[in-house]
């Protein structure tokens, strides 16, 4: 997994609350057997006119110019600006990876679904809940000013705006220290192989009947 | 000390290792494995070289890809047949526990785990799959995850876990006749909205609950997390064990007494504290249909389209009129007057034997409305089928006009050939209205099985108390 540090990144707004994954990535799309070729297919729906399917080249494809994806000042953004329950819906990971191969590194939003928020990290995306007032404001200054970029400084939990202004968030400490060294998960918890086989041992004791 | 909840009990009997800021090391007990979210985990279990930690936890079916259509024996569409031969390689070169195409017992994993006894309570089961909340009506901690996780369970039998906040969901008094577990979710994720649950493991308890049957409970905890909370989960009492007892994966004889004996503590002390409390009068819930692409876009059956020129949040107004564009309403048209094209009993929110038998009462010796384009009912496993063609159920759908198919995922979210027309509206006994969930451009409206079965019979909805 690449490690996270800092990100200076264009923003993106996506002004909709509940965006769910399905508006993410849609299922026909879930069809996949990989696990890249998502990128193209981000907001499939909400970025063009026709239908898309899996395997179609998207260059000549018609898009919906009022999306905010498909407008030339916020290309090459690699922050996302969100509402609340951002990611809700389905548990599918592919909307982690879609964004991710669309170039998301990192999406702010007032609030995540538990179950993409936690997707996001093992992506190596970095989800930031801000106050609803500050996600309020940084939209009206992203609509305001083109090429507007935010420093995200994971290390010192700051999300700084172009005029200076800091905001500082939350992060699981574990989940930091996994962003940071661009650990995986799995190597990580085969490091207590030992504690997990003592444990099952246990409980084979205790409740055999949930070993079948 | 304050007692403990049930979901203290779960998360305490899992934790293999716990480090002082939280970070738990959680045991799984069951992991439900379906064709979409697994082949890239069993791609990476591949490629690292790794092998199962304990393949006999492992349960395997394909289902969101499968086709209904009566006696089918190949997957026209070649990407959905990929995914579902690669599960099949996959399940069959590691030896899982696999029921096949062809199998009966095969149909959508949260239909199949519970029939089969591969869910049992005081278990954790996970699934690459949201609506893995459903098993937690066993009195188990199961919620979705992602595909990365679906690889980390699968390598180790553990998941790296931050404990959640506890809610408890009270639904005291009795439900009206004609309304359901389906109308109690619905309303309850209406009260506290779809972000409500966020961050939390809810137990739903109280008197109302206690009524409920099982496939009634496993109704609520399916949509658990339609309001936010990956958990939702259920006491075990008489109900449970009766269900569980006899199950192809359940204990017997000696251990059967052991484990029912254990089982019974799966509860939550009286004298236990949660972090938050949300009390609902059964009494007072209407059948409910929703009107929106957010399942807390809901009203009950005698209500109206609501009005966003009435909603003073402007970030809700934006999403009211977004939703109301989508699906094609005028803001305050009664919820009887929406005209329906195709109707929808199936999925695993209620799919199962009694969703059908309710459906079915309804609709014996009557005619699917003329202006219906389609009514369907899918069963949810294989077995659910079986029960209900020996019920003669099978014949008094389509003697109405239903097709009755073969199981699986099917129209709860349209990845095999059934979906919806873009503009056309559908009462759906599913969990999700979400834009372009049932087909591009589809209008769902979720209700219960037995409003779905009354408004099939009209052709728009109808309060199935006056019906
Ligand atoms: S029936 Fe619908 S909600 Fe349930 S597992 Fe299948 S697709 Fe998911």
Redesign the interface.
Known sequence: MTPFTQLDGLVVPVD???V?T??II???F??????TGFGDFLFD?WRYHD?GE?GMDCANRPRRTEFTLNQPRYQGATILLG???FG???????A?WALEEYGIRCMIAP?????FF??SF??GLLPIPLATETVDRLLREVEATPGYRLLVDLAAQTVKTPSGETFSFDV???RKECLLNGWD??G???H??E??RA??AQ?RQD?????? | MAGKTLYDKLWDAHVVRADPDGTTLLYIDRHLVHEVTSPQAFEGLKLTGRQPWRRESMVAMADHNTPTDPGFTTIADPVSRLQVETLDANARGLNLRYFPIGDKRRGIVHVVGPEQGATLPGMTIVCGDSHTSTHGAFAALAFGIGTSEVEHVMATQCLIQKKAKSMLVRVDGQLGPGVTAKDIILAIIGKIGTAGGTGYAIEFGGPAIQALSMEGRMTICNMAIEAGARAGMVAVDDTTIQYVQGRPSAPQGALWERAAAAWRELQSDADAVFDQVVPLDAAMIKPQVTWGTSPEMVTSVDGNVPDPAREADPVKRQSMEQALRYMGLQPNTPMTQIKLDRVFIGSCTNGRIEDLRAAAAVIKGRKVAASLKQALVVPGSGLVKQQAESEGLDRIFTEAGFEWREQGCSMCLAMNADRLLAGEHCASTSNRNFEGRQGVGGRTHLVSPAMAAVAALAGHFVDVRTF
Do not use: M
Request: glycine fraction near 2%; proline fraction near 7%; include cysteine.
């Open positions: 909709r609350a509940n769910d399905d508006a849609p299922k026909q879930l069809k996949s057997i990989k696990r729906e239908h899996p509402r609340e329950n809700c819906g389905s548990s599918r990971e592919h982690v609030s995540f679904a538990d179950i936690s997707n093992k992506s699981d400490p574990f998960d799995i990580l918890t085969l207590h192989a504690e997990i444990y099952e409980r409740a055999p009947w949930l070993f079948v």
